[in-house]
């Protein structure tokens, strides 16, 4: 139960929902006691009827009205109340994986981006939706039918003791046993389940990768052998859970045989007794009633059991998760108006989930309102600039400044809505255009949305849609082209006004006319906005007030492009490449 300690904090934030929950389920159980108690005295007075013990037909008439109408009305109470007790505790455990699904997604978000680079996104998933409802079954229905079973064993035996004593030890005999097998199949239990919640995680990953890379699998034609291992991990998935129904299927076989074994020496036992003149006939009534009453209880501490064994699987798989601690903290809650001055100084960056070197000693100073273009070979450190720039990162040596401040001394928050980001890999919700636009500022208005995909040149591309602006698009933004994509993330850039603009290779998908035009609106946008552009075409640097070269990692050249152009080496290379390949 060690695990499980972590939701003690939503018993104590539901405590009083929960306290009045518990005492209506104590009250509803006492109620369900009357029956078997005036089952008993029917009996009896029947008997003492029918004996001839009694022969004032309506005092026996009363007796067994009174009876009934005390039957009848305490199990109408008590139906009543086990209402009011699945609505007082079915509820608060909604909460409780209301709030645990909340706080999970929370810290999900606050994590770096190495933690996404290890874990699969199938695997995140399930632990937020799976694993979560096995909490919440812990919360819920395991608790209330374990306040209602501990109850009812503990007044029913203590009231059988009273009864009858010796009649009572023989009934419970069996409970021995049932305890001991309980521990041992918990036990098996407890591991089987979390194997089978490890397996659902597997399915869950590779369903959704299947479905997010169908383009490729349809593409490569490799439909069956996707199908082939999906239903090799299904099968696997199948006997684990097998392996776990086989244990969880001797709980009840082994508590009806040994609440019937209960009903046998109740029986005998009790048989004996009332010849002997012990106990009378309805007390041994009254005992076949609460034995089989029991059952129930009996058998729902199997049910429980794997409820919480599950649900102990599953808080260990999620405690996993958020006893990760986020790499890129949060310093302070005071917010800074950030001015777009950036000084890298000395710095240098090592991936830590691979070890590559991505910046070396990168010293380089960006003035408020400057627009700068980097270019470079593929892994020469670009995207990792932008990055840093983001606080996606740490660096790993050096400083970085924002506005003279180390940028690990500001609030986070004050960065990162300083920016407009557009990444290399634009990524569209499955959403409608608007709402993917708006995404950069909340409260946008339409003219608004729509001045921004002007700017961005995709205006005329969303028109032509059959609802426009209101198509929603597919999984990633699938319904546009590439292209297209790229200036819906760069209107989102645009509608935010950011301080900082930072484009990662973000026109590399449109043709030069289209490019053209957006660059054209950049320099409007851009005005007062310090600007970073990631290329490698010479058409989107050429602009910028400075530019600057990278490889790996380290910057080998700095210049405008009237400064670079007259100077050997890579821009001057490519610069005439480029130009070559524009005149053929």
């Known amino acids: 139960m060690k695990e499980l300690k972590y939701i003690n904090k939503f018993f104590v934030k539901y405590k009083w929902q929960l306290l009045f929950g518990l005492l209506i389920t104590v009250i ?8 078997p108690m005036k089952i008993g005295d029917s009996v009896n007075i029947i008997r003492a009827g029918i004996e001839g013990e009694v022969t004032d037909m309506d005092y026996i008439k009363s007796e067994m009205l009174f009876n009934i109408l005390l039957i009848v009305g305490a199990t109408l109470l008590s139906a009543f109340l086990t209402f009011l007790m699945r609505q007082t505790i079915i509820v608060v455990s909604r909460y409780i994986e209301y709030d645990l699904k909340n706080e999970v997604y929370q810290h999900y978000q606050e994590l770096s981006l190495s933690f996404y680079k290890k874990n699969r996104t199938g695997d995140l998933m399930n632990r937020i939706s799976e694993d979560v409802s096995s909490i919440r079954n812990y919360a ?3 608790l209330m039918y374990g306040t209602s079973t501990v109850t009812l064993f503990i007044v029913v035996i203590t009231y059988m003791f009273i009864k009858a004593p010796i009649l009572t030890l023989y009934t419970i005999v069996p409970l021995p046993i049932l305890s001991f097998a309980i521990y041992k ?11 089978v919640q490890q397996y659902l995680s597997k399915l869950t990953t590779a369903t959704q990768e299947s479905f997010s890379g169908i383009r490729i699998i349809k593409a490569y034609g490799i439909e069956s052998r996707h199908y082939d291992s999906f239903k090799d991990l299904a099968e696997k998935s199948k006997d684990k859970n097998i392996d776990l129904a086989k244990v969880q299927a001797f709980f009840f076989p082994l508590m009806l045989l040994l609440i019937g074994l209960s009903n046998i ?3 005998y036992i009790g048989g004996r007794q009332y010849i002997q003149g012990s106990i009378d006939l309805g007390t041994v009534v009254e005992f076949l009633i609460y034995v089989n009453m029991l059952s129930w209880p009996v058998a729902s501490v199997g049910w429980i059991t794997s409820m919480v064994q599950r649900a102990e699987a599953s808080q260990k798989r999620i405690n996993e998760f958020l006893n990760v601690t986020p790499e890129i903290k949060n310093p302070n809650s005071q917010a800074m108006e950030i001015k777009g001055d950036i000084h890298f100084d000395n710095v240098s960056f090592v991936y830590p989930d691979t070890g590559i070197k991505a910046l070396q000693n990168i010293q380089l100073h960006i003035k408020s309102g400057e627009t700068i273009a980097i270019m470079g070979n593929t892994g020469s450190g670009k995207s990792t600039l932008l990055d840093l720039i983001g606080r996606l990162y740490d660096t790993t040596h050096g400083t970085l400044f924002i506005d003279n401040v180390d940028i690990k001394q500001i609030n986070l928050n004050s960065i990162r809505n300083a920016i407009g980001y557009v990444p290399q890999d634009s990524f569209l919700f499955s959403d409608t255009i608007n709402h993917n636009i708006r995404f950069g500022k909340i409260d946008a ?7 921004a995909a002007k700017q961005a040149s995709v205006h005329d591309n969303i028109i032509g849609l059959n609802k426009g602006y209101d198509t929603i698009l597919g999984e990633r933004g699938i319904t546009l082209s590439g292209g297209q994509k790229q200036r819906v993330s760069i209107a989102r850039a645009f509608i935010k006004d950011p301080t900082i603009l930072l484009l ?3 026109l590399s998908a449109v043709d030069t006319e289209t490019e053209e035009t957006i660059l054209n609106n950049l320099k ?9 552009i990631v290329s490698h075409r010479v058409s989107t640097a050429k602009n910028a007030d400075r530019i600057i070269v990278l490889e790996n990692g380290k910057i080998i050249q700095e210049g405008s492009h009237k400064q670079l152009i007259e100077t050997e080496g890579y821009y001057k290379d490519l610069y005439a490449k480029q130009l070559l390949e524009k005149e053929n």
């Open 524 to 532: 409007k946008v851009s005005s007062n906005k310090t600007t970073l």
């Open 140 to 142: 819920g229905p395991a």
């Open 265 to 267: 020496l109740v029986v």
């Open 185 to 195: 199949l918990s036990i098996a239990i407890h591991h089987k389940s979390t194997i």
């Open 504 to 506: 990662d290779d973000s």
């Open 28 to 35: 509803a159980t006492l109620f369900k006691l009357l029956v």
């Open 445 to 451: 208005t339409q003219e608004e949305i729509k001045e």
